[in-house]
């Protein structure tokens, strides 16, 4: 069995601090909550084509675009939170933001378990975030 480097260990202010369930949640109905306000506002205006339009773009740009970039949506920013890539601590890119989003099917058709995984999860991740290898952390 080896042995541990002496002084390998991770120092306590510089491991993640992995965001809790509840912010995790919240985040995500604050993103949810924007691609309604369009899609509410074009309805009463009778322009669902155009609404549609806009809260794709919306959520490319928001999920996908700025998720990828920087690590936080719009309900992220808000909440302090940040997504990362579990092995360089970075943000993940715009397209691997989308494969997450698809991956999160797999959080579903397993009768939402994967959605409610974080909450026992050591690194409170979904199951598209083990796929995917990311995790939400609590920005310092």
Known sequence: MAKK???SRVPAHKRPRYAHWVLRAAAYLIDVGL???VVFVAARLHQQVAGGIVALVLVAANRWYLSGRTGQTVG???LRIRLLSVESG???GPWWALLRDVAHVLDTVS???G???PIWDDQRQTF???LIGT??????
């Open 115 to 117: 959605w409610f995984f």
């Open 90 to 92: 970075e943000p993940i």
């Open 111 to 113: 009768l939402l378990a």
């Open 128 to 130: 598209a975030d083990k």
């Open 5 to 7: 480097a002496r002084g």
């Open 35 to 37: 691609v309604l306000v």
């Open 76 to 78: 992220r920013r808000l």
């Open 135 to 140: 995790h939400v952390t609590v920005v310092r």
